[in-house]
């Protein structure tokens, strides 16, 4: 069974880089014809696309972060990680991964299991 | 890039049938997704590709289309449905689809 656990911290400091991991067991990203992805959801609102990444590198983006945003997968640990730079109050939310199932070669398709979730608040 | 249009609250009596729908241009062109979320715990997925149930969930769960209008209905609704449902499908920007979401339905039984 897919088991999606996510780490990190929960509060970050404005202007600095959140990161957070996503350690998947129960699939191989490295053998999966899945995209893994991050998403979130600010406090009353709803939810939001961070990005996507495949085993081999290619990522998709949401245009609107893509200027701050770097996912990646290791392979070697089966692995997703998240870092979001210059974060502003505007970014405190609940993240998410989860294994982004596509019908072709790239997203969007669906997101069939996902992670608790991680609050992140972004704080002085 | 365009919006995906949800109900904000949809209210039922237990027993009844919830519909909640999910209204977009571009939806007779892309596939939708449901999910449903609850305070907590992770989101589960519904419904794929319009009208797929996904696996392990009842039969109650159901989606349809209907030219710019999705649904996704839940028959004989339960206290346990209660939660907020998002519906997702994609948008085009910068050459290539994105994902997108609809704002959410808080569905309420009672």
């Known amino acids: 069974q897919l088991h999606l656990q996510q780490s990190g911290p929960g509060l970050v400091k404005p202007s600095e880089t959140l990161s957070l991991t996503c350690t998947v067991s129960?699939?191989?990203?490295?053998?999966?014809?899945?995209?893994w992805g991050w998403l979130r959801q600010p406090p009353g609102k709803g939810l939001e696309w961070i990005g996507s990444t495949f085993n081999d590198g290619t990522t998709y983006y949401n245009p609107s972060l893509k200027s701050r945003l770097t996912i990646s997968a290791d392979t070697s640990k089966n692995e997703l990680s998240l870092s979001l730079r210059s974060v502003t109050a505007a970014d405190t939310a609940i993240y998410y991964c989860?294994?982004?199932?596509?019908?072709?070669?790239?997203?969007?398709?669906?997101?069939?299991?996902w992670g608790h979730g991680t609050l992140v608040t972004v704080s002085s | 890039s365009y919006e995906l249009t949800q109900p904000s609250s949809v209210s039922v009596s237990p027993g009844q049938t919830a519909r909640i729908t999910c209204s977009g241009d571009d939806l007779p062109t892309h596939y939708t997704s449901w999910y449903q979320l609850k305070p907590g715990q992770a989101p589960v997925l519904l419904i794929f590709s319009d009208t797929e149930r996904a696996s392990g969930i009842p039969e109650r769960f159901s989606g349809s289309t209907s030219g710019t209008i999705v649904t996704l209905t839940i028959s004989a609704a339960q206290a346990a449905d209660e939660g907020d449902y998002y519906c997702q499908s994609s948008d085009r920007i910068e050459g290539y689809s994105h994902v997108i979401f609809g704002g959410g339905t808080r569905l309420t039984v009672l």
């Open positions: 989860a294994r982004n199932v596509v019908m072709g070669t790239a997203p969007p398709g669906y997101f069939d299991s």
């Open positions: 129960g699939d191989s990203i490295s053998s999966s014809p899945s995209f």
